[in-house]
């Protein structure tokens, strides 16, 4: 059974640091697409950032640019989120997905086929 479970977040202060883990189970992570996403209260849910794995190319979205930066641990089955800077307007529930055929590692919820259940990340002082 394919299983992505994310963890790391929590409650942080402005200006804090929080590195969120999308660990996989079930497959290996070789050559997939892996997205973070993130959906705050009232919104929809948003593209922040995708890796492929072993390959190793990556994008961001313009919000998040500078100040997040994604990673592949493969020893692991894991891709990696660190945050830095963190705003109040970060806080949001943090969502990562996977799927093996895409193109440009993509952004939108639409490509990609497997999803975690997402990890809360509250910034506030």
């Known amino acids: 059974q394919l299983q992505l479970v994310e963890s790391g977040g929590g409650l942080v202060q402005p200006g804090g640091s929080l590195r969120l883990s999308c660990a996989a189970s079930g497959f290996t992570l070789d050559y997939w697409h892996v997205g973070w996403f993130r959906q705050a209260p009232g919104k929809e849910r948003e593209g922040i950032s995708c890796?492929?794995?072993?390959?190793?190319?990556?994008n961001y979205a313009v919000s998040v640019k500078g100040r997040f930066t994604i990673s592949e641990d493969n020893a692991k089955n894991t891709v990696w989120l660190r945050i830095n800077n963190l705003k109040p307007e970060d806080t949001a529930i943090y969502y990562c997905?996977?799927?093996?055929?895409?193109?440009?590692?993509?952004?939108?919820?639409?490509?990609?086929?497997?999803w975690g259940q997402g990890t809360q990340v509250t910034v506030s002082s």
């Open positions: 890796i492929r794995n072993s390959v190793g190319s990556t």
């Open positions: 997905a996977a799927t093996y055929s895409a193109y440009d590692c993509p952004l939108t919820e639409s490509a990609y086929s497997y």
